[in-house]
């Protein structure tokens, strides 16, 4: 089982709302990443978690705030969004970090939209 | 820091006929490379993968080729049918002093035409 649950599907939000994505897996991987991926673009890394402990910000705004309350679940506070942080953003997980040559998994995704 | 290259952007081609995407890579120690298919509006799922010990795998439809001494590696699909259509993204493993992270190139869009 590759399941990686993502929670909303979608999502719109005006910019002084706050709000948040949610990402589970039971599959017991030990890395957690959030990815954002505007339409037929690659996905971007935003944050990589490893063993529940923030391991990689990619220089992220601060109005993006993640959370790993425990091996299974991933957070991604939203508050003040602006309208170009519309996207698809994507959960995913691996075994352990890709460093090793871990595969990633993606979840079905989150589709935001700013207003 | 690892940077990866993908050709073609765009890509059509008649079913039944073979599709080739290919990528390179700056990163030495790279060691792993996915290859992910998105379609439209869902996730991108993982197809094929290769390791640096290995110069060729094969999954039915699906060839990943890999020549490390040139740093670039090539996703072959035979026989292509119109699911196949969709954007395809290779990537590579950036080294562990830049975070061992998953780079991504910039994805091909195949349209198969039937």
């Known amino acids: 089982d590759t399941e990686v649950t993502q929670t909303p599907k979608h999502l719109v939000m005006g910019m002084t709302n706050k709000k948040s994505l949610k990402c589970e897996q039971h599959m017991g991987h030990r890395a957690m990443y959030w990815y954002k991926q505007k339409a037929k673009k690659p996905p971007e890394l935003m944050f990589v978690?490893?063993?529940?402990?923030?391991?990689i910000n990619e220089s992220v705004p601060s109005r993006f705030s993640p959370e790993c309350p425990n091996s299974s679940l991933l957070n991604l506070h939203l508050h003040a969004l602006q309208p170009e942080d519309s996207a698809l953003y994507l959960c995913?997980?691996?075994?352990?970090?890709?460093?090793?040559?871990?595969?990633?998994?993606f979840g079905e995704g989150s589709w935001l939209t700013v207003v | 820091g690892e940077n990866v290259e993908q050709h073609p952007s765009t890509l059509s081609v008649q079913e039944g006929d073979s599709a080739v995407i290919k990528c390179t890579y700056s990163d030495s120690a790279s060691n792993y490379f996915p290859w992910y298919k998105q379609e439209l509006g869902k996730r991108p799922q993982l197809i094929i993968d290769i390791r640096s010990n290995v110069g060729e795998k094969k999954d039915q439809r699906i060839a990943v080729t890999l020549n490390k001494t040139a740093k670039h590696f090539s996703l072959h699909i035979t026989e292509t049918q119109p699911e196949d259509s969709a954007v395809y993204f290779c990537?590579?493993?950036?080294?562990?002093?830049?975070?061992?992270?998953?780079?991504f190139g910039q994805g091909t869009e195949l349209s198969v035409k039937p």
């Open positions: 978690y490893s063993y529940e402990k923030l391991s």
């Open positions: 990537a590579a493993i950036s080294s562990y002093n830049q975070g061992g992270k998953l780079i």
């Open positions: 995913a997980s691996s075994h352990q970090t890709t460093f090793s040559g871990n595969t990633i998994y």
